[in-house]
Structure formats: structure tokens, C-alpha cells
């Protein structure tokens, strides 16, 4: 399924159009991975319509990919033909600058992204160095896989980057999907933790309360404890103020976002410097992911387990799937079902 050019999904239900490309060759180091599901994510609705636009068409979108491998190149020599693997957001990286050797490839500024900057798994076949590729565990079947490779991975790296420790206050700030995963990996890992979710609707405050959650309230309330560290999963800039205030000195607050709307910037006026930011409080955005969040995640993911619910679609119907996400009609991780 091709992406020709950028348009707007609400004039062209179409997008992506099916067509017959030639297999791609694997290059030296290189695998052919037969694709068998691909995640379809929010990213690819920023792409067609121009925010994250791809650098050139036509192109395949999808970056949840989830496959056989098929061939290998001459030289690669790390997988077999028939194993199971994974592809992610990072497709790769140059190796070489201050931040690939420093194990932040995410920030390479020739990070390459699966299904935009090269051929991604809306596609019978994919090629990509063998060293961005991740063994699938067994308790997953494909389509189960395929969400965890992206948001799931995202999720990991922001509660990676709050640098918590066990015992501390955590905070979550929005409470969808992305903060249900964050939730259930912290519990895992960090037992001792409390949790304290701020959330719009009474709804998702229950739920976060079953999931474990000791207090949940809304987004300007102010949270019975201090918190060491606060992850945001909004959209918006309201919370991001409203949680400052509850940061304990020396805090900090993750934003776990690509773009922020603009319609509530001025809320920022708000910032009171002595209550927001005094006493050494941190604010850090998390971008992309590295191999090594991928990896650490899909063990954590195995060993919970975390299971997305899914809904799956097969490759002809992506545009249909990718609709139904813009137009917020969701009932678990969409999924292409490639056969
Ligand atoms: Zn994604
Ligand atoms: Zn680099």
C-alpha cells in the first residue's frame, strides 16, 4: 500500500493505493523479512497529511512491523532464514556521531525512520540492516506484537528518562493507552512506587485507580504527596503547568509527546516560577526511540505480560484502518494482516 503524496484524509478516504512493487534486495548487511502484521499508528496520520512529512514518494508507510526472515545478506550473519523478528520506529542510525556513541541514536541527526524515511511494513517485504531488528518472544503472537513495538517502546523510554527509582512518587498526566502501558511497566518494575494519575473523566480515574493507581484526580489538582517525577501523555500544555506545582524539589517532568496543540498555550502564562520551576525542578521531551528500548521493553513486555488488544485488518483494507484512527473510531491497536 503506497503513499504517493501528502493530502488531507478528511477529502481523500484513499490515501494509499495498492500496487505491485518489485521485492527489495538485501543489501550486504541486510535482511529480507517477509512482513506478517504491521501496527498502523497515529504517526502515519502526520505523515499523510504533511507534519512529519516523508522525504520522498512513493513510499510505504509503517514502522510496527513484525516478520519472518525470508533471506540475509552476504554479510550478515546474526539471523537465520524463518526467525521471527521485529521492526520499529528507528530504522537506523549513522554510528558514527557524539550521540550514536553515547547510546542516543534517537537524537542521530541522521536518524532514519521506518515508513518515512525508507520503505516501512504496509508491504509484503521489507529490507533493513540486520542490526535493527529484534527477536520477537515467544508469548506474543504477531499481531499482539506489532502495537508494543512502537508505543510500547515509547512508553519505556520516557519512564527510563524520569530516572525513578523504586519507593518514589510517580505521577502520570493524561491517561490513554501509551499511560495504561507506562503504568503496567512500572508496577512491574518499580513495586514500591506510588502511583498518582491526573485525568479528565471520572472513567479514566476509576480505571486508573483498578490498575493500581493509590490516588487519581483531576488534571489541576494537587496530588496529596510530592511527586518525583511526572510523565505527561497529553496533548496540551494545561497539564504540564498543573503538574509542575506537584513536583517534588528536584523533580522532574517527562513529556512524552511529538507536537503540542496549540489551543491552550496561553495557559502557560500561568507559570509561576517560584511554584512551577524553583528548587532545581526539570522539564525533559522524549523523542524517538533507541535499540535499546526496543530490546529492554519487549523482555519487560514478555515477562508481565503487557497483551494489546487488537483489531485486525488485512493490507487491502489500510486505508479503512487508517480512517477509522483519524476519525477516533477505536476499539484496540489496529493491525495489517499480511498473508
Ligand atoms: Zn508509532
Ligand atoms: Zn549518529
Not at 490516588?215 to 497539564?239: F, N, Y
Not at 487508517?322 to 477505536?330: A, C, F, M, N, Q
Request: charged share 30%; aromatic share 6%; hydrophobic share 40%.
Amino acid at each position: 500500500m503506497v503513499l504517493d503524496q501528502i493530502c488531507s484524509l478528511r477529502e481523500n478516504k484513499n490515501p494509499l493505493e495498492l500496487m505491485d512493487l518489485p521485492d527489495p534486495v538485501p543489501g550486504e548487511k541486510e535482511i529480507l523479512v517477509k512482513v506478517r502484521a504491521c501496527g498502523v499508528c497515529h504517526t502515519e496520520l502526520d505523515e499523510i497529511e504533511g507534519r512529519t512529512p516523508p522525504p520522498h514518494f512513493p513510499v510505504v508507510l509503517g514502522h510496527e512491523v513484525v516478520g519472518i526472515v525470508e533471506e540475509t545478506g552476504n554479510m550478515a550473519s546474526k539471523l537465520k532464514i524463518g526467525d521471527r523478528v521485529g521492526i520499529a520506529w528507528i530504522y537506523s542510525a549513522c554510528g558514527r556521531c557524539k550521540f550514536c556513541l553515547e547510546g542516543n541514536e534517537n537524537l542521530c541527526s541522521n536518524f532514519q525512520a521506518t515508513g518515512r524515511d525508507a520503505n516501512g511494513g504496509y508491504a509484503q517485504y521489507i529490507t533493513v540492516l540486520e542490526d535493527f531488528l529484534y527477536p520477537i518472544p515467544d508469548v506474543f503472537t504477531d499481531s499482539e506484537a506489532a502495537p508494543l513495538l512502537c508505543a510500547g517502546a515509547i512508553g519505556y523510554r520516557s519512564l527510563r528518562l524520569t530516572g525513578i527509582k523504586d519507593g518514589r512518587n510517580l505521577g502520570l498526566t493524561g491517561f490513554g493507552a501509551s499511560a495504561h502501558l507506562v503504568m503496567k511497566m512500572a508496577r512491574h518494575k518499580y513495586p514500591n512506587c506510588k502511583i498518582f494519575v491526573f485525568a479528565r473523566s471520572e472513567r479514566e480515574r476509576e480505571f486508573a485507580k483498578e490498575l493500581g493507581a493509590v490516588w487519581a484526580g483531576d488534571t489541576e489538582e494537587e496530588s496529596p504527596e510530592k511527586l518525583d517525577c511526572v510523565i505527561d501523555t497529553t496533548p496540551v500544555w494545561k497539564p504540564i503547568v498543573e503538574a509542575l506545582k506537584n513536583l517534588e524539589c528536584g523533580g522532574r517532568l517527562v513529556i512524552n509527546a511529538i507536537r503540542k496543540e496549540e489551543v491552550d498555550k496561553e495557559y502557560l502564562m500561568k507559570l509561576d516560577y517560584p511554584i512551577h520551576l524553583w528548587l532545581e525542578k526539570e522539564i525533559k521531551s522524549v523523542a524517538n526511540v533507541t535499540r535499546r528500548d526496543v530490546s529492554e521493553f519487549l523482555k519487560l513486555a514478555a515477562e508481565i505480560p503487557i497483551k494489546p488488544e487488537v483489531q485486525e485488518f488485512p493490507l487491502e483494507e489500510a486505508n479503512k484502518a487508517l480512517v477509522e484512527l483519524k476519525e477516533g473510531r477505536i476499539r484496540g491497536a489496529k493491525v495489517l494482516i499480511i498473508g
